[in-house]
């Protein structure tokens, strides 16, 4: 709590300073000032050889708008620097205008020239601003400056005594004038500390808001009709790119997939909804979706983004999904499989006969393949439902990658060149479960085997660091036929599959085992044709965590 002393000394302090309402009012005082006294030499030299002011003295009164003018520069110098206290600034206001137009008023031969009513503006303003018993004194020196400059002008002879009612019109006029602003001053000083409170609770919620989206865990930002980014919040700057990412930037700069889904809602009518695609994010580890919602009735409308991590999302739906697998791979497990083995059985005896046909043998070949096919599904639901707990370790990625491009094309029909391993740096490090790096790797490279149709462009198995995160990666790219556009959004889903004869499941158990390791597969067009796996790798800034 404040003592008394300091109580006193902060009252002053805040009277001692005009507010933003009262520096307004003694700039349009200043401007005043600086056209009083061009547009008297105007009038005077209009006016000769018998001009209507300044014919008293014509050199007083010339000398006397110089200094005016100078002093009124000097004032409007004083209020840009505001470091004057407000007090003795309009007393200083005060007794620059009353002897000046004191003095004009004695160069023209006295109130009877009728320039007693310049003094009416300057002390009205300043009696505006001024506080209690101040207001007095300002109007007390300009009516002391009229009597002065009238009791000069009678000594002198210039003024006649028949002046003097006049000059004491002039003064009640001054006087009345103060008065009158008096209540004015105490509610134009309510209405500004009104203002002041205001503005300062705007200041605080605009602030508060400002804290509250910056700090929401939901990522957001705001687009305008241009596409250029409004706001965002730190959230969706580290999900689009802290460098491109930020208030008046251009969308298509900061994400150009971004830009596109947002003028495909935009032509989808602008509802508040999703496209239902997704977009990497700029450290390539992670897949956002976009929602929009259109801000106001403007065309286009600005446009808030809410982007959403699938990651835990996905995650969770995904655990359902292996649940439910689990669950009906136990049951019908055991059912399924002895009649199928039952059948790929009798199938390989008839095989063996010798009175079959090639029609009969052609049949017997499917009953083979399709029981075999069918085996496959079983095991790769078990596996999936029994997926073992990870045993973690960190090696180097390069010799791995070797060893598995030699196991790859020595277990399956593949010549060795036709599978390449193309290195950033020999020294790239992971951490992960081999066996599970190998069943993900395998099934992608067996993919793109089998969907690289007549193409002989060869399988790229390709590692390095991401530019932006740093995080190690892992691709397999191939130039085959690609993934249908249809198809793009659902192929990591179990039993989706573009091939006839595919099951479906081999992507759906690579993504799941990537993210038991703390890694995220991704999809990609690849430019020119054909598919691009990209599996990153968990954050290594994390691995001793």
């Known amino acids: 709590m404040l003592k008394s002393g300091e109580m006193a000394v902060a009252r002053n302090d805040d009277t001692s300073t005009l507010g933003d309402l009262g520096w307004r009012i003694v700039g349009l005082l200043n401007l005043y000032r600086l056209l009083i006294p061009p547009v008297l030499l105007g009038i005077h030299a209009i006016t000769m050889p018998q001009p209507t002011v300044g014919a008293q003295y014509p050199r007083l009164f010339f000398t006397v708008c110089g200094a005016y003018l100078l002093a009124a520069i000097v004032l409007v110098l004083a209020q840009r620097l505001r ?29 009877a020239s009728g320039m007693g009513i310049l003094l009416v503006v300057p002390v009205g303003s300043v009696a505006l601003l001024a506080e209690g018993r101040q207001t007095l004194l300002i109007a007390a020196i300009a009516v002391v400056a009229v009597l002065a400059q009238q009791v000069l002008g009678q000594i002198s002879g210039s003024a006649s005594s028949a002046d003097y009612p006049t000059a004491g019109v002039l003064g009640m006029v001054i006087f009345l004038v103060a008065l009158a602003s008096w209540p004015l001053t105490a509610r134009l000083q309510e209405s500004e500390a009104l203002i002041k409170r205001r503005e300062v609770d705007l200041a605080d919620l605009a602030e508060l808001s400002q804290y509250i989206v910056q700090h929401l865990r939901e990522s957001l930002l705001v687009i305008d009709h241009e596409d250029r980014i409004r706001l965002i919040n730190e959230s969706a700057a580290r999900i689009l790119g802290d460098r491109s990412a930020y208030p008046g930037a251009l969308v298509g700069e900061a994400s150009p997939r971004l830009l596109y889904l947002l003028s495909t809602w935009r032509q989808s009518g602008a509802r508040p909804k999703d496209t239902g695609a997704t977009l990497i994010a700029s450290d390539g580890a992670s897949e956002i979706l976009p929602h929009f919602a259109p801000l106001g009735n403007q065309d286009p409308p600005p446009v808030i983004v809410f982007l959403e991590d699938t990651t835990e999302v996905a995650g969770k739906l995904q655990q359902l ?151 190690p990666y892992l691709e397999v790219a191939d130039r085959g036929n690609g993934i249908p556009e249809s198809l793009v959004e659902r192929i990591f889903e179990p039993f989706v599959t573009s091939a006839p004869r595919g099951t479906g499941l081999g992507l759906f158990l690579a993504r799941e085992l990537a993210q038991a390791n703390g890694a995220t597969l991704i999809y990609e067009p690849r430019p020119g044709g054909g598919s691009l796996f990209r599996l990153v790798f968990s954050d290594p800034l994390r691995w001793r965590a």
């Open 83 to 111: 470091r004057i206290p407000g007090r003795v600034l309009l007393l200083a206001h005060a007794l620059v205008d009353s002897v000046a137009i004191g003095l004009l008023l004695y160069s023209s031969g006295g109130v």
């Open 321 to 471: 999904k292996l649940a439910a697998l689990g669950r009906l791979s136990a049951s019908i497990a055991h059912e399924i499989r002895n009649p199928v083995g039952a059948m790929s059985h009798a199938a390989q005896l008839l095989a063996e006969s010798s009175d079959l046909d090639d029609g009969d043998r052609r049949l017997v070949e499917i009953v083979r393949t399709n029981a075999a096919r069918v085996s496959e599904i079983i095991d790769n639901v078990q596996s999936m439902s029994r997926r073992e707990p990870m045993r973690a370790e960190q090696f180097v990625l390069g010799p791995w990658l070797q060893e598995f491009r030699t196991e790859f094309c020595a277990t399956l029909p593949c010549p060795t060149e036709r599978v390449q391993v193309h290195e950033e740096t020999t020294d790239l490090e992971v951490r992960c479960d081999r066996s599970q790096l190998r069943q993900i790797v395998w099934n992608l490279a067996d993919n793109a085997l089998k969907h690289n149709g007549d193409s002989p462009g060869p399988i790229e198995l390709r590692a390095g660091r991401l530019a932006s995160a740093q995080r």
